[in-house]
């Protein structure tokens, strides 16, 4: 059974960075296709981005594409979420999500495995 712990989140000035990791223990991390969604208050939870096995393959929002980037490190166990020039409208509980299905990768319920989530805000 695996477990996610987001970390890394908290209070950041619009146009700031950040970065979330998410540390995988239990199952096989590097058979996980591993991804990021996001919930404000108020609304469903969404699609972020999304990173295959080895990082061969990324896939991201159109909403944070150039802004966002998400990386791995399967040595150890653990998924990145860089969130660079943020805006008001990133404010979120972002939380990150392992899958060993390689496809549908948008879509949440393709996950099995979740994380508690960490809080992203964004002064403007």
């Known amino acids: 059974q695996e477990q996610l712990v987001e970390s890394g989140g908290g209070l950041v000035q619009a146009g700031g960075s950040v970065r979330l990791s998410c540390l995988v223990s239990?199952?096989?991390?590097?058979?996980?296709?591993m991804g990021w969604f996001r919930q404000a208050p108020g609304t469903e939870r969404e699609f972020v981005a999304a990173?295959?096995?080895?990082?061969?393959?990324?896939d991201y929002a159109d909403s944070v594409k150039d802004r966002f980037t998400i990386t791995r490190d399967n040595a150890k166990q653990t998924a990145y979420l860089q969130l660079n020039r943020l805006k008001f409208e990133d404010t979120a509980v972002y939380y990150c999500?392992?899958?060993?299905?390689?496809?549908?990768?948008?879509?949440?319920?393709?996950?099995?495995?979740w994380g508690q989530g960490t809080q992203v805000t964004v002064s403007s």
């Open positions: 239990g199952g096989t991390f590097n058979r996980l296709a």
């Open positions: 999500a392992g899958s060993y299905w390689g496809s549908d990768l948008r879509r949440p319920g393709t996950y099995a495995a």
């Open positions: 990173i295959d096995w080895n990082g061969s393959s990324t």
